[in-house]
Structures are given as C-alpha cells and as structure tokens.
C-alpha cells in the first residue's frame, strides 16, 4: 500500500523558516518524482514544487521560487520542503504527492497524496 | 501559463442523476489532463488520467472525454458517495494547473 506521511507544519510567523518532511512507503520511491501541492483554507489546489527521480530537475511555482527548496533522499524515501521569508498567502495545507509517471519530469498527474500537513503563517 | 477553468461552479443533483462537468484549457493540452475528486477534509483522489483512462479501483460510473482544450467528467448515475468537489489539472506545461474546483451537491 502507498504512504505518503508529512510532518513539519505549524504556526510560523511571517519572514521565518519552516521545513517540510514527507516520508514514502509502498512503492520504489527512486523511480518517481514527487512533489507538493497546497490548498489554502477553503480554496483550490496549487502545485508549488517538484523534483524528478534523481533530484537532476526540480520545478517551482512562481509564487514560491527563489524562497522554498524542495530535496530529496532516495536512501531515506524521503522528500522535504524549505520554506524561507514565509508569507501570510503561504498559509496552507501542504499535501506530499506521488507523480503518476514512472520517471517523469516535473509535470505530471498525481496518483497518490499524503493528508497533508498545516501550515499556519501569522503574527 | 495555462488557465484551467471549470464549469459550473456548483452542481446540485439528485442520486441517479447523469452529471457532467467541463473543464476549459486556455491553450491546447493535448490529452495530458487529469480528474481529481475531493471530499471534504480529505486528499484529493486521482479518478482519471491522460482525459480518458479510469485510475484503477475506480468505479465505472465515471468517465472522461475531450482533447485539444475542452473535457469533460460525465458521471453516468450519481451515487451518494460521489457529493464531493472536483479538479481538472493540465499537466502539458511546466508544473501544472488546476482548475478552480465544481463542487456537486445534493438537490
């Protein structure tokens, strides 16, 4: 069975730092890429990063490059994401997602999501 | 960037109802494009790939069609486990983009 499991969320006030773990179980992790996706309270989904099988190409949103980081590590199934300068439209449910493709790129469908992790950006 | 929009925004229907729901690309996607259905306080879950082929392990009833920038989600007989919102995503350029979600409620 697939699992994804994020961790890391919380309140976090605006301009600090928080990272995002994303534990992996049920599938060979190292033949995927994985990514995030968010969904602000009572809104739509948003893709914000990345990263294909062997971390060569990561991709970001506009909304979040140059301030988050996305990583990997294929030794541990495990996927993170630095969040830097942290803004109030950060806030979010951050959803760790399997890419559908064996080997894709950074643009695909999702075919399994974690249950996400909160993160709360507030004074 | 590509625009996903959908439509309606809210659907309201009766069990056994057929209900289909369009998704508009703003530029051609080909056929790289996906259905997600979401209930509240839940993950969204992976229905349709590709505009037409059915995620296994999921029901029948559901089914896409479409290519170029128009697709729809037709869902043959409403089912009470299917009130619940649902996404399209083009997954054709850098990233992809969703649409904003029709949410299917009970007439």
């Known amino acids: 069975e697939v699992q994804l499991v994020e961790s890391g969320g919380g309140l976090v006030q605006p301009g600090r730092s928080l990272r995002l773990s994303c534990e992996a179980s049920?599938?060979?992790?190292?033949?995927?890429?994985i990514h995030w996706v968010r969904q602000a309270p009572g809104k739509g989904l948003e893709w914000v990063s990345g990263i294909i099988w062997n971390s060569g190409t990561r991709g970001y949103a506009d909304s979040v490059n140059g301030r988050f980081t996305i990583s990997r590590d294929n030794t541990k199934n495990s996927l993170y994401l630095q969040m830097s300068s942290l803004r109030p439209e950060d806030t979010a449910l951050y959803y760790c997602?399997?890419?559908?493709?064996?080997?894709?790129?950074?643009?695909?469908?999702?075919?399994?999501w974690g249950q996400g992790t909160l993160v709360t950006v507030s004074s | 960037d590509i625009q996903m929009t959908q439509s309606p925004s809210t659907l309201s229907a009766s069990v056994g109802d057929r209900v289909t729901i369009t998704c508009r690309a703003s530029h051609s996607i080909s056929s790289w494009l996906a259905w997600y259905q979401q209930k509240p306080g839940r993950a969204p879950k992976l229905l349709i790939y590709?505009?037409?082929r059915l995620e296994s392990g999921v029901p029948s009833r559901f089914s896409g069609s479409g290519s170029g920038a128009k697709f729809t989600l037709t869902i043959s007989s409403l089912q009470p486990d299917d009130f619940a919102t649902y996404y399209c995503?083009?997954?054709?350029?850098?990233?992809?983009?969703f649409g904003q979600g029709t949410k299917v409620d009970i007439k």
């Open positions: 995503q083009q997954y054709n350029s850098y990233g992809g983009t």
């Open positions: 590709e505009a037409s």
């Open positions: 997602v399997k890419g559908g493709s064996v080997a894709a790129g950074t643009t695909d469908y999702f075919d399994y």
């Open positions: 049920g599938f060979t992790f190292d033949d995927y890429a």
